[in-house]
């Protein structure tokens, strides 16, 4: 439920301009499943990203969504090098850092930081609040003026915490104010970018948009580009000025916040967004009633994926050709610039409701055409 999540007004469109901060083109990510006895062999592969491309600019706030398993959090640790790839190249301000060694990531480790999805099991429960942002600073050898320990203070005091609580333990928290405190120590190196992989995810509703709000804020005052990793729509339409749209292993819908949201054009960015909770739209938005799509079942394993285009199991326009050619992600013809979707048949490029609901889950239309009948 998001019906008690107060967000701040959208921010503008515009893409800040920027050169290129993080290019990534053909990334992949294969993890060995092994099997067999009693010599345990590579039997399989589970494809978690499979091939992507994407681009963050100096400054940008770049959304990445999808259901869960979809890939995107390894694409975030693959981005900050905590997983090795596969294939594909990672480049950072021009620098191939795809398989750089540690003294070659030595200096970029600074520039790159990672908010965890979880506050509870991201911040170490035997070192005080104090110890835990100075980390950073020790390990890179950075003394800033003042010292430590009045930088550690200065950066509580930016993410909204009493100063005065550097030397509490973590345990002393409440989930938001970990996730704060997982904030200031990402700061506190002054990074260029931050991955932030689902941040509001585990926390209650009530502190979503605070913390939120507290990103923004940040990512407006320091002009820190971010890679924002969720699956809640919502909190990404107004934090992000690009979307991309990521469904088992692959980028398959990516382009500025207003045409994606407005304008989608592949099949599953429109279930999607059919399925934000409609009390979350404005009255000030002059939107009508929106289409309604039901998805059948689950995403296929990443060990096994569909041939062809890989959402096409679950499709409602699926034809063979779809199982034959992966489709590529391009401009279609009337298209924002930059709006690239990855569909043989796309939608129109609408979210307004249409004759009739696209319900695929055989079970769900049954149980509808019951409380039908009983009205």
Known sequence: MTEDLVLPAPRDTDVPAGEPLLEVSGLTKHFPVKGGF??????????????????????????????????????????????????????????????????????????????????????????TVGKIISGPMEINGINPEGGREKRVRELLEIVGLNPEHYNRFPHEFSGGQRQRIGVARALALEPKLIVADEPVSALDVSIQAQVVNLLQEVQRELGIAFLFIAHDLAVVRHFSHRVAVMYLGKI????????????????????????????????????????????????????????????????????????????????????HEGHLTACHFPEEPSTEAREEDIVLDPALAALEEDVVDEG
């Not at 963050?56 to 900050?80: A, D, M, P, Q, Y």
């Not at 021009?94 to 398989?99: L, N, Y």
């Not at 054009?265 to 059919?274: C, D």
């Open 38 to 127: 009693p010599i345990r062999r590579t039997i399989g592969a589970v494809q978690a990203v499979d091939g992507i491309d994407l681009t963050v600019h100096v400054g940008e706030s770049f959304g990445l969504v999808g259901e869960s398993g979809c890939g995107k959090s390894t694409t975030g640790r693959l981005i900050t090098r905590l997983l090795e790839p596969t294939a594909g190249k990672i480049s950072y301000r021009g620098q191939d850092i795809t398989h750089a060694g540690r003294k070659d990531l030595a200096p970029i480790r600074s520039e790159i930081q990672m908010i965890f999805q979880d506050p509870y099991s991201s911040l170490n429960p035997r070192q």
């Open 252 to 335: 398959i819908e990516v382009g500025d916040r207003a045409s994606i949201y407005a304008r989608p054009r592949h099949p599953y960015t429109h279930a999607l967004l059919s399925a934000v909770p409609e009390v979350n739209l404005s009255e000030a938005e002059d939107a009508g009633p929106r289409e309604r799509i039901r998805l059948a079942g689950d995403v296929p394993s990443p060990i096994a994926p569909p041939s062809g285009c890989r959402f096409r199991t679950r499709c409602w326009k699926a034809q063979d050709k779809c199982a034959t050619e992966e489709p590529p992600l391009v401009q279609l013809s009337g298209n």
